[in-house]
């Protein structure tokens, strides 16, 4: 799941939100450690213009620091950056906090990527926002390089340029999983061709079997080997019958009615679904965490 409170977003941020904080985002973490979720996901942004503000919030909290608060607190979830939008920074700054971050945590990482779309953070921070798609390109093929098991990593591109430059601590798992985010042609081929997953934004349901079916031509076409994670973010979700307007989108119900709807996922080649529950406060969110991790995902396997 993506956690709350790290981002706000009027698109999905409830109300209490606004007032939580660390101890908060630490008792989720851990609710989702024990209830068997499979990642925590925090977001990106660095900062946010005036004329998004009120949409966009401007509560972004950082990834790196918020997983690895996170990782001090949890044992075995994984934690999925959801997405760093890599291009802002050069691969050996992203290598250095992101191997750390692995290494501090037992080698839980899974880096997920994305283009962006801000484009005022580009402009402040002196990267060309029209050549993000193809600087995310070459950015995954150099953090390929950077956080793997070479102490002294080299890559060289149109953009990035490095070698003989040692990092230490090295990312504790042999391989990073690199997840790439986006919906666009381009984020699936980008994950088709370059990735290890693939995380879509927004996709409906009815989108998502031509968008898997496209995913997995391109990486037949490209030659392209090895496990292949594809995900979904599902509609918002209660377990249970609601005592309040949780919204017409939301599934609701018995734990085998929200299981047969979520089961559809796999059906249509889904590995792995991105939930979200509607909630009142932390309290009502962990009750809803915890019933999920005992009460659907057991029914999810049948």
């Known amino acids: 799941m993506q956690l709350p409170v790290q981002s706000q977003s009027a698109l999905y941020a409830e109300p209490w939100e606004a007032d939580a904080g660390p101890d908060d985002l630490a008792e989720i973490a851990r609710t989702a450690d024990r209830s068997g979720f499979a990642y925590i996901a925090s977001c990106d942004h660095v900062a946010i213009p005036r004329r998004l503000a009120a949409a966009m919030s401007t509560v972004w909290y950082d990834p790196v620091a918020t997983l690895a608060f996170l990782a ?16 802002l920074r050069h691969p050996l700054l992203n290598a250095k906090q992101y191997a750390t971050l692995d290494h501090l945590s037992g080698g839980r990482l899974i880096l997920g990527v994305g283009a962006g779309h801000v484009r005022e953070e580009f402009d402040v921070l002196g990267v060309d926002f029209a050549a993000r798609g193809a600087l995310l390109d070459e950015s995954v093929d150099a953090l ?48 088709a061709v370059r990735g290890d997953g693939w995380l879509p934004q927004g996709d409906p349901r009815d989108r998502l079997p031509g968008q898997i079916a496209r995913l997995r031509d391109l990486r037949e076409r490209a030659g392209a080997e090895g496990p292949f994670t594809v995900g979904a973010i599902t509609e918002a979700l209660y377990v249970g019958e609601p005592g309040w307007d949780v919204g017409r989108r ?22 792995q679904i991105q939930v979200r529950f509607r909630s009142r406060d932390r309290g009502e969110l962990t009750d809803q965490m915890t019933a999920f991790g005992a009460e659907v995902a057991p029914l999810l396997g049948q």
Not at 78 to 83: E, G
Not at 161 to 185: C, M, N, T, Y
Not at 250 to 271: C, H, I, K, N, Q
């Open 250 to 271: 939301t599934l609701t119900g018995t734990p085998e009615t929200l299981a047969e709807s979520l089961r559809a996922y796999r059906a249509m080649g889904v590995d």
């Open 72 to 87: 001090a607190v949890t044992e075995r979830v994984r934690l999925l950056s959801h997405v760093a939008v890599v291009a």
């Open 144 to 191: 390929r390089a950077a956080l793997g098991p070479e102490e002294f990593p080299a890559h060289h591109g149109k953009a990035y340029d490095f070698d003989g430059l040692g990092q230490r601590p090295r990312p504790a798992q042999e391989h990073v999983p690199v997840w790439v985010g986006g919906s666009s042609p381009a984020a699936v081929r980008r994950a």
